[in-house]
């Protein structure tokens, strides 16, 4: 059964850094392009990063660009946020998502990844 699950959420002061990470079970992320999205209280989804399957192209929404990166470790078939300069914010669950159906591209829209997580909370407060 494929599974995505995010961990590395927690309670950060503004400035901080947190670490995400999505590790996947019963699939192999190498063929899949993976994308952090996040939700805030009475906010839609929106789309923070993505990373293509060869590592090629990647996508950072303009709140975060400077800010967070993404990357994958395929020996450990885990993708990670790497999330710098935290705002208030950034507070949301993030969420991480996979699909094999973008040919070397990554997007940033929900609605086309087919295997998500469950979330890991991010906040932000001091």
């Known amino acids: 059964q494929e599974q995505l699950m995010e961990s590395g959420g927690g309670l950060v002061q503004p400035g901080g850094s947190l670490r995400l990470s999505c590790a996947a079970s019963?699939?192999?992320?190498?063929?899949?392009?993976i994308g952090w999205f996040r939700q805030a209280p009475g906010k839609e989804r929106e789309g923070v990063s993505c990373?293509?399957?060869?590592?090629?192209?990647?996508y950072y929404a303009d709140s975060v660009k400077g800010r967070f990166t993404i990357s994958r470790d395929n020996a450990k078939n885990t993708v990670y946020l790497q999330m710098n300069s935290l705002k208030p914010e950034d507070t949301a669950v993030y969420y991480c998502?996979?699909?094999?159906?973008?040919?070397?591209?990554?997007?940033?829209?929900?609605?086309?990844?087919?295997?998500w997580g469950q979330g890991t909370q991010v906040t932000v407060s001091s």
């Open positions: 990373i293509s399957s060869n590592d090629r192209n990647t």
């Open positions: 998502a996979a699909d094999s159906g973008f040919q070397g591209m990554c997007v940033p829209i929900s609605t086309l990844y087919t295997y």
């Open positions: 019963g699939f192999t992320l190498d063929y899949y392009a």
